[in-house]
Each structure stands twice: as C-alpha cells, then as structure tokens.
C-alpha cells in the first residue's frame, strides 16, 4: 500500500512564500515523475508544476519565475517553493506521483491535499 501526503500549506500576505512538501511512502519500488497541481474554488483542477526523476521540471505559465519545484529521491520527497505569492494562487494544491509498486505495477498516485490561501 502507497500512501502520499501533502504539508506546509497556509494563509500568507500577497508577496510572501510558502514551501509545500510531499512524501511518498509505503510499498514503493520506484517513483517515476512527482507533479503539483491545484484546485481553487469554482474551477477544474490544473497543472502547477511535474518534476522527473531526472529532476527536468515543467511549470505552467502562470507560476513561471515564482515557483520552484524539486525532489529527494532518498527521501521519496518533492518539494514546492512558492514565492510572490498572489492572491490567483489560492487553492488546494494537490501532490501527484507515479509509483511502482513492483517492477511490473505502475499506479498514479495523489494526496489529500493542502490548502493555500493568499489574503492580506
């Protein structure tokens, strides 16, 4: 059984930054790409950020410059880095990862998710 959790999510001030964090454990025999995605209020869930296991990284438009994503293969761990935050970057932010269970089981995998909130 796999279990991935999200942490480090919050009310923060329009500029500030947050750092979300995302483990993934249980049965794990290998992660392949570990991604974040978001969902505000009244609107469909959407691509934040995805890293590799390379560590090559794609972030949406909107996020580019502000957001940073990256991960500890030791630590089945990936991380995202938010700064200028704006109010539009509200939502519950989603961790997704793709994990094999065996060498021959690949499941997607996601967290419960974290709830950001940019206010003054």
């Known amino acids: 059984q796999v279990h991935v959790a999200e942490s480090g999510g919050g009310l923060v001030q329009p500029g500030g930054s947050l750092r979300l964090y995302c483990v993934a454990s249980g049965s794990i025999f290998k992660i392949n790409d570990m991604g974040w995605y978001r969902q505000a209020p009244g609107k469909q869930r959407e691509l934040v950020a995805t890293i590799t296991s390379s560590s090559t990284t794609n972030y949406a438009n909107s996020v580019k410059g502000r957001f940073t994503t990256s991960r500890d293969n030791a630590k089945n761990t990936v991380y995202l880095q938010m700064n200028s935050l704006k109010p539009e970057d509200t939502a519950v932010y989603y961790c997704?990862?793709?994990?094999?269970?065996?060498?021959?089981?690949?499941?997607?995998?996601w967290g419960q998710g974290t709830q950001v909130t940019v206010s003054q």
């Open positions: 997704n990862a793709e994990i094999w269970t065996t060498a021959w089981e690949l499941n997607n995998y």
